[in-house]
């Protein structure tokens, strides 16, 4: 046994699924490694195997199964996602008006800004008339092609279609303040989309430089770790599970080295080509257990 | 306008619940998984032997949940099955020839007894020992939860299962075996091969392509692979983390793939062969026992392509690629 061997907590853990991925991967690592941490970790899986097997059905009546559990979270987590950057905004603003100093205060400012908009000379209702030519031809230009930006001047009767890509523009300023929306629509759905794969678990680093290819590669394992990620529970018994986190251990290092010495020198072909085949090795080894929950299916 | 919209949001704040708290997963111990078990049938079990006459070239086709199987190729035109302490069954014959009226297709499945419904029936077959006697021109097409199953003398055979190890002998036609948690062991066998392991070795000696362009396909992720005496001119083997084995001659227009992400690679060649070795591997290790003559040698940190030729290395190409493994390429002793 050496120096850094496992202790039946941590491996305890492991096998009840609560260690981290990176922490599942270096137990895996270790394990593939250590014998006695092998042994160790059989042992564990046995005595509970044995245990849950006697009380199997007093768990099932009275806690949901893990599946339940995952399924439930990954709705909540898909929810949360789901909700927009103005949504949160406007969350985030609804908590703070509840205080009742707050509150009194956008009182204060409303009432300020409006005797101010009706008082203040050239703040006035009929100020914008004369802004409103200027705006949407400044404004529509670049929608359009900016070789005409001054074309709209010269041409009084547009088309219809002209007329409908022009109408929102030739709104008065006070409507055409979500005229901007657009803008932050686009904003508001981008990011819901990053959250998603962040929680998603893409291991893809920012900035990365991809070598020709691996980004299909990328794609395709992601693809198959959510399905793998769904089907784990139901197609792997504990000690397949120990072997499969174990290969893939493996693979990912493998994975890993080859992509440092690839990012170091994108020339290095034997890297390269290594690289890939590792990745290949992933997508088999992933894809094999949608072959073996097939296989179980069509057994039922 | 800023103003007006705090104003709003704290009115419409008042009348909006808040959100609930997140639930957290609560520690839920494991559910143990242990080996799909097949359903038992307690006071059904019997011995049964069921025979239909068949055509040479007969189609079988079966499930088996568990027990011994054991196939058998002999030389009458019958199809003979017996089930030791297993569940009682039938044979339907699917088709039939329209020259001799032998069964051409014939499908084994267990029988309903009182009180099963065909849902509940199943489809498989099960017994301590399963033995089939079946023409040589059989074709075998199975599937199996827990069986330990050998094949011998059949035409062609194609199997997948769960758990158990599978033995193939003199299989004549191909052979498409996949075994999730177990070894396969093919020998004497031709035609085109395709042998898949999740956790298992693989061992093939002996076999040959009936064609040409047959393939020889092995993969295991964390078994171990080895070839003995085989004569498909295209080879492609692939272990993630097991070691890999060849031993034999190198053949005229050979195409060789060998794989392994965390293993060995060794081959063992005799040295008056004629190949182009290309070796690729990250962080392991390239040395021949052979006499090889190094054309190319790329070797940089991390990443090393070595192209070299065994004897004028025209007549065939062997690809050996590993991440952090050792490839090794050893003299192999010619046999009085």
């Given amino acids: ?300 | 306008m800023l103003s007006a919209v705090l104003l709003f949001a704290a009115a419409v704040n008042a009348q909006t619940p808040q959100a609930p708290p997140v639930p957290r997963t609560p520690p839920v111990p494991p559910t143990p998984r242990v080996a799909p078990v097949a359903p038992s049938f307690p006071g059904q079990t019997t011995d049964t032997e069921l025979r239909v006459a068949a055509e040479r070239n007969v189609n079988l086709k079966f499930c088996i949940s568990e027990g011994t199987l054991k196939i058998n190729g002999w030389d009458r035109n019958e199809v003979r099955i017996f089930a030791r302490s297993g569940r009682k069954f039938g044979i339907r014959v699917l088709e039939r020839s329209p020259e001799s009226g032998n069964a051409t297709w014939i499908w084994a499945t267990p029988t309903a007894i009182e009180g099963q419904t065909a849902a509940n029936r199943g489809e498989c077959l099960s017994g301590e020992t399963v033995e089939m006697d079946v023409p040589h021109g059989a074709t075998l097409n199975f599937q199996g939860r827990s069986a330990t199953t050998s094949v011998d003398s059949v035409h062609k055979v194609s199997l997948k299962i769960v758990e158990g190890n599978i033995s193939l002998r003199n299989i004549t036609g191909g052979i498409s075996a996949t075994a999730l948690q177990g070894d396969l062991i093919v020998s004497n066998s031709s035609g085109s091969v395709s042998l898949d392991s999740t956790t298992g070795n693989v061992i093939a000696y002996g076999v040959k392509p009936l064609e040409t362009s047959d393939l020889l396909k092995v993969k295991t992720n964390s078994g171990s692979i080895m070839l003995q005496r085989i004569g498909h001119r295209q080879i492609e083997a692939n272990s993630i983390t097991g070691s890999l084995q060849f031993e034999g001659g190198f053949l005229v227009g050979g195409i060789y793939n060998f794989k392994t992400s965390n293993g060995a690679i060794r081959m063992l060649v005799p040295e008056n062969g004629s190949c182009t070795v290309s070796a690729a591997y990250g962080f392991g290790s390239f040395n021949a026992a052979i006499p090889v003559e190094t054309v190319t040698e790329n070797v940089t940190p991390g990443g090393k392509i070595v192209v070299a030729r065994i004897g004028s290395g025209e007549l065939c190409n062997v690809s050996l690629t590993t991440s952090s493994g050792r490839i090794q390429i050893a003299r192999l002793e010619p046999k009085n």
């Fill in chain 1, 1 to 300: 046994m050496s120096r850094n061997c496992l202790d039946i907590g941590t491996i305890q853990a492991f096998l009840d699924g609560e260690t981290r991925g990176d922490e599942t991967a270096a137990i895996s690592g270790h394990i593939s490694t250590c014998d006695a941490c092998a042994m160790m970790l059989a042992e564990a899986d046995e005595e509970t195997s044995f245990v849950m097997a006697a009380v199997e059905s007093d768990v099932n009546t009275l806690v949901p199964t893990q599946r339940l559990w995952s399924r439930i979270n990954d709705a909540i987590e898909e929810e949360r996602t789901k909700v927009s950057f103005w949504h949160r905004a406007y969350a985030g603003l609804t908590s703070l008006m509840a205080g009742p100093s707050l509150a009194t205060a956008a009182v204060v400012l409303v009432l300020f800004g409006f005797f101010a908009f009706i008082f203040i000379p050239g703040g006035g209702l009929d100020a914008p008339t004369n802004q409103t030519a200027a705006v949407p031809q400044q404004t529509a230009a670049p929608f359009n092609n900016p070789s005409q930006a001054v074309a709209p001047i010269q041409n009084e009767t547009p088309t219809s279609s002209e007329i409908a890509e022009a109408q929102p523009d030739a709104m008065p300023p006070a409507a055409a303040q979500p005229k901007a929306e657009p803008v932050r629509a686009m904003q508001a759905s981008y990011r819901p989309d990053r959250a998603t794969r962040s929680a998603g678990g893409d291991f893809r680093p920012v900035n990365a430089l991809y070598v020709p290819g691996e980004d299909s590669y990328l794609n395709t394992i992601e693809t198959l770790k959510a399905s793998y990620d769904s089907q784990k529970d139901r197609v792997l018994s504990p000690s397949s599970r120990v072997a499969f986190e174990r290969d893939l251990a493996v693979v990912e290092n493998s994975i890993k080295q080859m992509r440092e010495v690839v990012r170091k020198n994108p020339n290095n072909q034997a890297a390269r080509q290594v690289l890939y085949s590792s990745y290949q090795d992933k997508i088999d080894l992933l894809n094999s257990v949608g072959q073996k929950e097939e296989l179980l299916a069509s057994l039922q």
